[in-house]
């Protein structure tokens, strides 16, 4: 079954993005090797620290690079940012994350919009990250958004789809990708988040602070791949009262 991801007029098989914060060799080399990420996220002012570690060194080639506008707090800043990552190489994919408040990490939807409709009109193909309502959402469509990216939960905090309800609803009612990002802690919870319908899901705390980094990439493959089969396939209908027998319940006494 040919089922690509479309972004911007660029199409991947895998539905799985790392969110590279917590950069380090292992979890680069894991996500491509053990969970096929062909996005990997970048933060240009993590591109290299102090001239001995460089995470442009670690990712393959033909995976896409995400430059994402981190540490931006308004519009202004963040456009420069994509400016910038543009100029030095890392192509037209921009995420953007605007974020004025430094306790909660949540992002600012109203510059996000802003900077959304001025990277479109330069031909960025913009992702942008976003607290998941509804009315932001069809703003960041008019604006030019390749995608939506609703966090689940706080960033870093692994406590799953806090915001399921509000995602839901943009899956329902936004027609383009939702990509759901930030919070996700378990594979089992990045299977729900495809079985609801969403297009991927982004993670980096939950594979970088694992045991086991491999095998915690690889399980969210599977997860991720699960939970679209699921989801293509149509969920079996859910009964609110009473039950309902798997096999026929007439007949088996007679003779």
Do not use: W
Not at 19 to 39: F, N, P, R
Not at 96 to 108: A, F, G, N, V
Not at 182 to 203: F, T, W
């Amino acid at each position: 079954m040919n089922d690509e991801l479309i972004l911007g007029g660029h199409s991947f098989q895998s539905r799985f993005i790392l969110g590279s914060g917590k950069y380090s060799l292992e979890l680069i080399k894991a996500a491509v090797e053990h969970a096929g990420a062909q996005i990997i996220t970048l933060a240009l002012r993590r591109a290299n620290e102090g001239g001995t570690a460089n995470i442009l060194d670690y990712i393959p080639e033909g995976v896409t690079l995400l430059p994402n506008t981190s540490g931006a707090r308004n519009a202004e800043e963040a456009v420069r940012i994509a400016r910038l990552a543009r100029e030095c190489g890392c192509g037209d994919f921009v995420k953007i994350e605007i974020m004025r408040d430094s306790k909660y990490l949540l992002p600012d939807n109203q510059e996000t919009i802003r900077a959304t409709e001025i990277l479109a009109k330069e031909g960025f193909v913009v992702m942008p990250y976003m607290y998941p309502d509804l009315n932001v959402a069809r703003d960041l469509v008019n604006a030019g958004a390749a995608c939506v990216m609703p966090l689940a939960a706080p960033i870093g905090s692994n406590k799953g789809l806090a915001t399921r309800e509000f995602i839901q609803i943009l899956i329902d009612e936004i027609d383009l990708p939702i990509i759901v990002d930030a919070g996700i802690g378990r594979p089992s919870q990045a299977c729900e988040a495809m079985e609801m319908g969403a297009a991927a899901v982004m993670a980096n705390t939950a594979i970088a602070t694992a045991g086991d980094i491999p095998a915690m990439a690889e399980a969210f493959k599977k997860a991720i791949e699960a939970g679209r089969t699921a989801y293509l396939s149509g969920l079996g209908r859910v009964m609110e009262k009473g039950a309902a027998a798997s096999s026929p319940l007439t007949g088996f006494l007679q003779d």
